[in-house]
Protein backbone atom coordinates (compact mmCIF):
# COMPACT_ATOMS: atom_id res chain seq x y z
CA UNK A 1 0.00 0.00 0.00
CA UNK A 2 1.52 3.36 -0.99
CA UNK A 3 2.40 5.90 1.09
CA UNK A 4 -0.29 8.44 -0.40
CA UNK A 5 -3.62 6.05 -0.29
CA UNK A 6 -2.32 5.35 3.21
CA UNK A 7 -2.35 8.79 4.46
CA UNK A 8 -5.70 9.27 2.41
CA UNK A 9 -7.67 6.17 4.62
CA UNK A 10 -6.13 7.54 7.77
CA UNK A 11 -7.55 11.17 7.66
CA UNK A 12 -10.89 9.33 6.41
CA UNK A 13 -10.32 6.96 10.02
CA UNK A 14 -9.86 10.43 11.88
CA UNK A 15 -12.32 12.60 10.59
CA UNK A 16 -13.86 14.45 13.33
CA UNK A 17 -16.73 15.66 11.86
CA UNK A 18 -19.46 15.17 9.07
CA UNK A 19 -17.94 17.68 6.80
CA UNK A 20 -14.30 16.17 7.50
CA UNK A 21 -15.23 12.86 6.17
CA UNK A 22 -16.85 13.87 3.33
CA UNK A 23 -14.07 16.14 2.52
CA UNK A 24 -11.39 13.10 3.32
CA UNK A 25 -13.62 10.78 1.36
CA UNK A 26 -13.65 13.07 -1.79
CA UNK A 27 -9.80 13.73 -1.28
CA UNK A 28 -9.85 9.45 -1.80
CA UNK A 29 -11.77 9.18 -4.09
CA UNK A 30 -9.93 12.25 -6.36
CA UNK A 31 -6.75 9.82 -6.28
CA UNK A 32 -8.23 7.44 -7.96
CA UNK A 33 -6.07 4.47 -6.93
CA UNK A 34 -7.59 1.02 -7.54
CA UNK A 35 -6.66 0.00 -4.18
CA UNK A 36 -9.01 2.53 -2.61
CA UNK A 37 -11.48 0.69 -3.57
CA UNK A 38 -12.50 -1.28 -0.45
CA UNK A 39 -12.41 1.77 1.68
CA UNK A 40 -14.79 3.74 -0.59
CA UNK A 41 -16.96 0.85 -0.95
CA UNK A 42 -17.00 0.60 3.13
CA UNK A 43 -17.77 4.73 2.75
CA UNK A 44 -21.24 3.92 1.37
CA UNK A 45 -22.23 2.66 4.51
CA UNK A 46 -21.73 5.63 6.78
CA UNK A 47 -24.34 7.72 7.68
CA UNK A 48 -22.83 10.66 5.60
CA UNK A 49 -24.53 11.45 1.91
CA UNK A 50 -21.71 13.66 1.05
CA UNK A 51 -18.99 10.83 2.03
CA UNK A 52 -21.61 8.50 -0.43
CA UNK A 53 -21.28 11.08 -3.39
CA UNK A 54 -17.90 11.19 -2.77
CA UNK A 55 -17.57 7.20 -2.87
CA UNK A 56 -19.96 6.16 -5.55
CA UNK A 57 -17.80 9.54 -8.11
CA UNK A 58 -14.84 7.68 -7.08
CA UNK A 59 -16.24 4.01 -7.84
CA UNK A 60 -17.18 5.00 -10.88
CA UNK A 61 -14.40 6.70 -12.08
CA UNK A 62 -12.53 3.05 -10.96
CA UNK A 63 -14.86 1.17 -13.26
CA UNK A 64 -15.38 -2.36 -14.22
CA UNK A 65 -12.86 -3.76 -11.30
CA UNK A 66 -14.88 -2.60 -8.39
CA UNK A 67 -17.79 -4.09 -9.84
CA UNK A 68 -17.67 -7.73 -7.98
CA UNK A 69 -17.53 -6.15 -4.52
CA UNK A 70 -20.29 -4.02 -5.37
CA UNK A 71 -22.20 -6.52 -6.22
CA UNK A 72 -21.26 -7.93 -2.54
CA UNK A 73 -22.97 -4.94 -0.65
CA UNK A 74 -26.18 -5.92 -2.27
CA UNK A 75 -26.46 -9.36 0.23
CA UNK A 76 -26.05 -7.35 3.11
CA UNK A 77 -28.35 -5.75 5.54
CA UNK A 78 -27.91 -2.31 5.56
CA UNK A 79 -29.55 -1.04 2.91
CA UNK A 80 -28.08 2.78 3.11
CA UNK A 81 -25.03 0.48 1.25
CA UNK A 82 -26.97 -1.22 -0.97
CA UNK A 83 -28.82 1.99 -2.15
CA UNK A 84 -25.46 3.62 -3.14
CA UNK A 85 -24.16 0.44 -4.42
CA UNK A 86 -26.83 0.19 -6.43
CA UNK A 87 -26.08 3.96 -7.59
CA UNK A 88 -22.39 3.20 -8.38
CA UNK A 89 -23.79 0.17 -10.17
CA UNK A 90 -25.84 2.64 -12.48
CA UNK A 91 -23.28 5.24 -13.01
CA UNK A 92 -20.53 1.86 -13.99
CA UNK A 93 -22.67 0.52 -16.72
CA UNK A 94 -20.95 -2.92 -16.21
CA UNK A 95 -23.45 -5.85 -18.01
CA UNK A 96 -22.95 -7.72 -14.40
CA UNK A 97 -25.34 -5.02 -12.79
CA UNK A 98 -27.79 -5.39 -15.24
CA UNK A 99 -30.29 -7.91 -12.99
CA UNK A 100 -29.83 -5.90 -10.06
CA UNK A 101 -30.19 -2.45 -11.63
CA UNK A 102 -33.64 -4.37 -13.47
CA UNK A 103 -34.97 -5.48 -9.87
CA UNK A 104 -33.79 -1.78 -8.29
CA UNK A 105 -36.31 0.46 -11.08
CA UNK A 106 -39.16 -2.04 -11.18
CA UNK A 107 -39.78 -2.53 -7.63
CA UNK A 108 -37.39 -0.89 -5.07
CA UNK A 109 -39.70 1.13 -1.98
CA UNK A 110 -36.92 4.26 -2.61
CA UNK A 111 -37.86 6.82 -4.93
CA UNK A 112 -34.17 7.81 -5.24
CA UNK A 113 -32.86 4.09 -5.69
CA UNK A 114 -35.32 3.88 -8.83
CA UNK A 115 -34.29 6.72 -10.16
CA UNK A 116 -30.93 5.88 -10.03
CA UNK A 117 -31.19 2.41 -11.57
CA UNK A 118 -33.70 3.27 -14.49
CA UNK A 119 -30.92 5.94 -15.65
CA UNK A 120 -28.39 3.23 -15.10
CA UNK A 121 -30.98 0.68 -18.07
CA UNK A 122 -29.93 3.39 -20.25
CA UNK A 123 -26.32 3.40 -19.28
CA UNK A 124 -25.38 -0.65 -19.83
CA UNK A 125 -22.33 -1.32 -21.80
CA UNK A 126 -24.06 -3.08 -24.40
CA UNK A 127 -20.95 -3.81 -26.88
CA UNK A 128 -19.77 -6.33 -24.09
CA UNK A 129 -22.38 -8.48 -24.12
CA UNK A 130 -21.94 -11.69 -26.26
CA UNK A 131 -23.86 -11.20 -29.49
CA UNK A 132 -26.26 -14.50 -28.80
CA UNK A 133 -27.10 -12.38 -25.24
CA UNK A 134 -27.77 -8.84 -26.54
CA UNK A 135 -30.84 -9.33 -27.82
CA UNK A 136 -32.92 -10.52 -24.56
CA UNK A 137 -30.97 -8.50 -22.60
CA UNK A 138 -31.78 -5.54 -24.16
CA UNK A 139 -35.36 -6.39 -24.82
CA UNK A 140 -35.20 -7.39 -20.59
CA UNK A 141 -34.25 -3.61 -20.13
CA UNK A 142 -36.84 -1.78 -23.54
CA UNK A 143 -39.74 -3.63 -20.94
CA UNK A 144 -38.81 -2.47 -17.70
CA UNK A 145 -37.83 1.14 -18.81
CA UNK A 146 -41.58 0.76 -20.74
CA UNK A 147 -43.51 -0.54 -17.74
CA UNK A 148 -41.86 2.40 -15.22
CA UNK A 149 -42.94 5.68 -18.10
CA UNK A 150 -46.57 4.27 -17.52
CA UNK A 151 -46.47 3.28 -13.78
CA UNK A 152 -44.27 4.79 -11.74
CA UNK A 153 -45.92 7.46 -9.28
CA UNK A 154 -42.94 10.01 -8.96
CA UNK A 155 -42.37 11.71 -12.32
CA UNK A 156 -38.52 11.95 -11.45
CA UNK A 157 -38.61 8.15 -12.03
CA UNK A 158 -40.85 8.51 -15.50
CA UNK A 159 -38.40 11.55 -16.45
CA UNK A 160 -35.18 9.01 -15.44
CA UNK A 161 -37.38 6.31 -17.71
CA UNK A 162 -37.38 8.75 -20.95
CA UNK A 163 -33.46 9.20 -20.83
CA UNK A 164 -33.02 5.48 -20.86
CA UNK A 165 -35.60 4.58 -23.59
CA UNK A 166 -33.58 7.11 -25.71
CA UNK A 167 -30.55 5.99 -25.02
CA UNK A 168 -31.85 2.09 -25.76
CA UNK A 169 -33.20 3.68 -28.86
CA UNK A 170 -30.11 5.03 -30.10
CA UNK A 171 -27.72 1.79 -28.70
CA UNK A 172 -29.84 0.02 -31.05
CA UNK A 173 -30.71 2.02 -33.90
CA UNK A 174 -29.48 0.31 -36.59
CA UNK A 175 -30.14 -3.12 -35.10
CA UNK A 176 -33.96 -3.30 -35.84
CA UNK A 177 -35.08 -4.60 -32.69
CA UNK A 178 -39.04 -5.92 -32.17
CA UNK A 179 -39.17 -3.47 -29.46
CA UNK A 180 -37.85 0.01 -31.16
CA UNK A 181 -41.28 0.78 -32.40
CA UNK A 182 -42.85 0.49 -29.12
CA UNK A 183 -40.30 2.94 -27.47
CA UNK A 184 -41.13 5.62 -30.59
CA UNK A 185 -45.27 5.10 -29.25
CA UNK A 186 -44.30 5.68 -25.88
CA UNK A 187 -42.62 8.48 -26.10
CA UNK A 188 -45.38 10.20 -28.44
CA UNK A 189 -47.44 9.25 -25.61
CA UNK A 190 -45.74 10.84 -22.99
CA UNK A 191 -45.06 13.68 -25.00
CA UNK A 192 -49.01 14.60 -25.60
CA UNK A 193 -50.07 13.26 -22.24
CA UNK A 194 -48.40 12.79 -19.45
CA UNK A 195 -49.39 15.05 -16.48
CA UNK A 196 -45.83 16.83 -15.27
CA UNK A 197 -44.48 19.70 -18.47
CA UNK A 198 -41.13 18.58 -17.72
CA UNK A 199 -41.73 14.86 -18.46
CA UNK A 200 -43.82 15.76 -21.97
CA UNK A 201 -40.92 18.38 -22.53
CA UNK A 202 -38.23 15.59 -21.74
CA UNK A 203 -39.87 13.24 -23.83
CA UNK A 204 -40.33 15.89 -27.25
CA UNK A 205 -36.66 16.22 -26.26
CA UNK A 206 -36.40 12.41 -27.26
CA UNK A 207 -38.20 12.58 -29.89
CA UNK A 208 -36.21 14.98 -31.54
CA UNK A 209 -32.95 14.06 -30.92
CA UNK A 210 -33.48 10.08 -32.05
CA UNK A 211 -34.88 11.78 -35.53
CA UNK A 212 -32.07 13.93 -36.18
CA UNK A 213 -30.41 12.29 -38.77
CA UNK A 214 -26.85 10.44 -37.99
CA UNK A 215 -24.13 7.96 -39.81
CA UNK A 216 -25.64 4.21 -39.16
CA UNK A 217 -23.72 2.64 -36.56
CA UNK A 218 -23.75 -0.75 -35.27
CA UNK A 219 -23.94 -2.00 -31.22
CA UNK A 220 -20.68 -4.23 -31.53
CA UNK A 221 -21.96 -6.80 -29.20
CA UNK A 222 -18.84 -8.74 -27.65
CA UNK A 223 -16.57 -6.27 -29.59
CA UNK A 224 -14.67 -5.44 -25.90
CA UNK A 225 -13.34 -7.94 -23.51
CA UNK A 226 -15.43 -9.22 -20.76
CA UNK A 227 -14.15 -10.01 -17.42
CA UNK A 228 -17.04 -13.09 -17.68
CA UNK A 229 -16.54 -16.11 -18.33
CA UNK A 230 -19.25 -18.37 -20.26
CA UNK A 231 -20.75 -19.85 -17.14
CA UNK A 232 -21.13 -16.26 -15.67
CA UNK A 233 -22.64 -15.32 -19.14
CA UNK A 234 -25.19 -18.36 -18.20
CA UNK A 235 -26.25 -17.23 -14.66
CA UNK A 236 -26.95 -13.87 -15.46
CA UNK A 237 -28.88 -14.24 -18.30
CA UNK A 238 -30.92 -16.71 -16.39
CA UNK A 239 -31.56 -14.24 -13.77
CA UNK A 240 -32.70 -11.70 -16.35
CA UNK A 241 -34.64 -14.12 -18.13
CA UNK A 242 -36.37 -15.14 -14.82
CA UNK A 243 -37.35 -11.26 -13.91
CA UNK A 244 -40.62 -10.39 -14.45
CA UNK A 245 -41.96 -6.75 -15.13
CA UNK A 246 -44.93 -6.56 -12.85
CA UNK A 247 -45.79 -3.18 -14.57
CA UNK A 248 -46.31 -1.50 -11.01
CA UNK A 249 -43.68 -0.69 -8.56
CA UNK A 250 -44.04 -1.39 -4.84
CA UNK A 251 -43.29 2.67 -4.24
CA UNK A 252 -45.65 4.40 -1.92
CA UNK A 253 -47.32 7.26 -4.12
CA UNK A 254 -45.79 10.49 -4.77
CA UNK A 255 -45.18 12.97 -1.80
CA UNK A 256 -43.82 16.31 -2.22
CA UNK A 257 -41.45 15.44 1.14
CA UNK A 258 -39.50 12.75 -1.74
CA UNK A 259 -38.38 15.62 -3.60
CA UNK A 260 -35.74 16.81 -0.93
CA UNK A 261 -34.41 13.35 -1.72
CA UNK A 262 -33.89 13.78 -5.44
CA UNK A 263 -32.15 16.61 -4.45
CA UNK A 264 -29.42 15.10 -2.80
CA UNK A 265 -29.34 12.36 -5.15
CA UNK A 266 -28.09 14.62 -7.19
Known sequence: MSDILLSLIEAVEKADSATALSDAVQDLADADLPESAPYLIEALSYNNPGAAVAAVDGLVKLGLPVVPELLKQLDLHNYTARSWAIRALAGI?????????????TADISMSVRRAATRGLGQIKWHQFPPHFVERAQTAASEALLSISQHDEEWVVRYAAVVGLEALALAAQSLNRPWQSGIFQQLDQMAAEEDIAAVRARARRAQQFLQEPRPATETFAGAEPSPLSGVDWQQMMAKINGHKTTGQSTAPKGDINHFQEVLNAG
Open 93 to 105: GDPRGLPTLLEAA
